[in-house]
């Protein structure tokens, strides 16, 4: 069936570090792909997304690059900060006809930033 | 930015007894949904609305859940007769042109 798997977290980093969390998908289709973000006490937001091949999403300093050769959407950012500090989801939707928009979602990362 | 508005904010109920989850989406946007996520776990897709009906439904949703859209604003998933593992945080969502906007979500503690 069609799913998400994320790296396990939580994810701690010094500030200014470069980060990575790997986003793997199995889809039957050509889906769209997101990373939404968790700060503690809110709702989900959108951080980015990717809707083909080969596009790169990107927004604030965060940016993932749909691959479809490897089923890969892994969330990247060069130098984290404290403010970085949230969970962060990797999703896909957008498979089949009667597409009703639903999202698919991984577990979820835990990044925790120090300063 | 516009919101996607949820209420209350935490609900603590007996086990057995009815809950009704309140949401009001975007104004203008046509897709609604309730996802749900059980603490340590992750987001899960319960039900999406369009044009007052159900399109779609997981495995989850069973016949305990039900889904309303009273008048032109609210949107409200309501649950029979809640069970412990009813617990979970419920996000409320909607979208449009491919764009999906969460609410903060109703933590659900059912005792």
């Known amino acids: 069936g069609n799913s998400v798997t994320q790296m396990e977290g939580p994810v701690t980093l010094s500030e200014e570090a470069f980060l990575t969390i790997n986003c793997m998908y199995t889809?039957?289709?050509?889906?769209?792909l997101f990373w939404y973000v968790q700060y503690p006490g809110e709702g989900l937001q959108l951080l980015l997304k990717?809707?083909?091949?080969?596009d790169k999403g990107s927004n604030k300093g965060f940016e993932a690059t749909y691959r479809k050769e490897t089923t890969s959407f892994h969330l990247e950012k060069g130098s984290v900060q404290v403010s970085d500090s949230a969970v962060y989801f990797c999703?896909?939707?957008?498979?089949?006809?009667?597409?009703?928009?639903?999202?698919?979602f991984g577990q979820g990362t835990t990044l925790q930033v120090k300063p | 930015e516009p919101e996607v508005t949820q209420t209350p904010s935490h609900q603590v109920t007996q086990m057995g007894q009815e809950v009704i989850l309140r949401c009001v989406p975007i104004?203008?946007?046509?897709?609604f949904y309730w996802y749900r996520q059980i603490l340590g776990q992750k987001v899960e897709f319960l039900v999406s609305?369009?044009?007052?009906?159900?399109?779609?439904k997981s495995e989850i949703f069973d016949d305990q859940f039900s889904v309303e859209r009273p008048d032109g604003s609210n949107f409200t998933l309501k649950i029979r007769s809640t069970k412990l593992e009813d617990s979970a945080m419920y996000f409320c969502?909607?979208?449009?042109?491919?764009?999906?906007?969460f609410g903060q979500g109703t933590r659900l503690t059912v005792v």
């Open positions: 969502a909607s979208t449009r042109q491919a764009r999906t906007f």
């Open positions: 889809a039957t289709g050509y889906p769209s």
């Open positions: 990717a809707t083909k091949a080969d």
């Open positions: 999703a896909l939707s957008g498979l089949g006809s009667g597409n009703t928009g639903k999202l698919i």
């Open positions: 104004s203008n946007h046509l897709y």
């Open positions: 609305f369009y044009n007052n009906e159900i399109s779609e």
